[in-house]
């Protein structure tokens, strides 16, 4: 009898062992739901290089794409360098293809003189184009035409424990105006079309007034329609009768005139005025056809924006634009160089300016959706 009573008080032990290791795992199950249903964020899958001598190439699928030269970030079967030096490539990947929509290029200015890193001579070989380079931290070491790095992956938001970011140093030659700048570009999980550059000024450099980062190419998309507060500003009525060459400028707006996203920060918002159709068309024409690497190649339209945090910016803050009646042909003035672009004059350069002052960020960002889409209401 006593054996009976021991085995019994045994099996009860047992039994209520179990009942709270079950009740520990359904416990930790719920937890678990919780955490999910605070962080929804997908995963995405990124882009980034494997070795060291890979190109270098940097972002998310199904969103933006940055890169250093050589590299070219959109493969068009013809090899080559991926364009001119000094300049950021800026494309969107979109069903297994990166396609190269933008540049982006640094204009640092000290004493009133401006610098601009694609045409400004490097002082290796005195040709245009600074030479640019990455690293994972902020020493900046020596010149690769690699990747180098294939950059660092944490989670930054201690709220949002699921979202990564993707973050890289890109360092680049001093400017003969005595600047030299310094990059950190990251990239998050929960904002996959949008690059965050935040500028930095190593100790060897001149006092900066700004160092704008400003979209170089927007004649490829063909933007033509600058979102502001209370309008949209036209580049054709902007421009209204240019047929020139060379850029045209008007007087860049005030941070006043910005409009705010839905998160209330400042934003400027481009889009082509034009459907995908004649976006996509080319002119049969063989002055055209020899220039056809100005066709628009992407089977998508995208907005493109300047975004700045509402809390941190200096009042100084100010949209420019300039714009362009043909496409750019280099430095040539031989008119016959150059063709009109279709539909009229577009936007070129596009950028924040702010007085510099050091980790200043500004945000760039492709959108598959409408710039309407974007702003508060």
């Known amino acids: 009898m006593e054996k009976i009573r021991i085995s019994n008080t045994l099996h009860r032990a047992n039994s209520r062992k ?13 937890y ?7 962080d929804p964020t997908p995963a995405v899958e990124w882009i980034r290089p494997h070795e060291a001598k890979d190109k270098a190439i940097w972002g998310v699928r199904s969103g933006i794409v940055i890169g250093l030269w050589p590299s070219p970030i959109e493969d068009r079967g013809s090899g080559g360098y991926g364009g001119p030096r000094g300049l950021f490539r800026v494309g969107y990947e979109f069903k297994g293809k990166i396609y190269h929509i933008n540049y982006i290029a640094i ?4 004493d009133g003189k401006i610098e601009f890193s694609e045409i400004s001579p490097s002082r290796v070989d005195g040709k ?7 690293t994972e931290g902020p020493d900046p070491g020596k010149f690769f035409p690699f990747a180098r ?3 660092t992956v944490t989670r930054p938001d201690k709220d949002k424990p699921g979202v990564e970011e993707l973050s890289f140093f890109v360092h680049m030659e001093q400017f003969l105006n005595g600047s030299h700048p310094y990059i950190k570009v990251s990239i998050r999980s929960d904002r996959p079309e949008e690059i965050c550059f935040e500028v930095f000024a190593r100790d060897n450099s001149s006092p900066m007034e700004r160092c704008a980062l400003t979209a170089t190419m927007g004649n490829y998309a063909r933007l033509r329609r600058l979102h502001l507060k209370d309008t949209v500003i036209d580049s054709r009525k902007l421009y209204q009768g240019f047929k020139g060459i060379d850029f045209i400028e008007k007087e860049p707006y005030s941070y006043k005139v910005l409009p705010r996203d839905n998160n209330g920060n400042f934003i400027a918002v ?5 459907t995908f159709s004649e976006l996509s ?21 995208v907005v493109q924006y300047w975004r700045k945090e509402s809390d941190r910016f200096d009042r100084s803050l100010r949209v420019r634009v300039n714009g362009r009646a043909a496409y750019w042909a280099g430095a040539s003035r031989d008119k ?9 004059p577009a936007f070129e350069n596009f950028e924040l300016r702010e007085k510099y002052y050091s980790g200043q960020k500004f945000y760039f960002g492709m959108a598959r959706r409408p710039a309407k889409d974007m702003l508060s209401p």
């Not at 179990?18 to 719920?30: F, G, T």
């Not at 245009?128 to 990455?134: D, E, N, R, S, T």
């Not at 080319?282 to 066709?295: G, M, V």
């Open 18 to 30: 179990a009942c709270l290791y079950v009740i520990l795992l359904m416990m930790a199950s719920l």
């Open 32 to 38: 678990c739901v919780k955490l999910h249903g605070q």
């Open 107 to 110: 204009e640092p200015v000290v």
């Open 128 to 134: 245009w184009g600074k030479l640019m380079w990455a």
């Open 149 to 151: 790095t294939p950059g």
């Open 270 to 274: 481009m889009e082509t005025d034009e």
């Open 281 to 301: 068309s080319w002119p049969q024409e063989s002055r055209y056809l020899s220039r056809w690497n100005w066709r628009y190649r992407p089977f998508f339209k």
């Open 336 to 344: 016959n160089n150059y063709v009109e672009i279709p539909g009229g």
